[in-house]
């Protein structure tokens, strides 16, 4: 749905990504408090570059 939108408008290179913590989020916390996050990310983020 959202890639054939973005495809329509011009865009390519479509991806969803998960959002991480940086490595300095992970050092802060510890290496406990992020495994389930990292295990199943539940955020994402969509990336999409116009074509030129």
Known sequence: MYEDALTRAG???IAWRPI???QEGRAAFG???W???LSD???VG???IARA
């Open 11 to 13: 865009f390519g290179e």
């Open 20 to 22: 991480l913590p940086s």
């Open 31 to 33: 290496p406990g408090f």
């Open 35 to 37: 495994q389930d996050y």
């Open 41 to 43: 990310p539940v955020l």
């Open 46 to 48: 969509l990336r999409a």
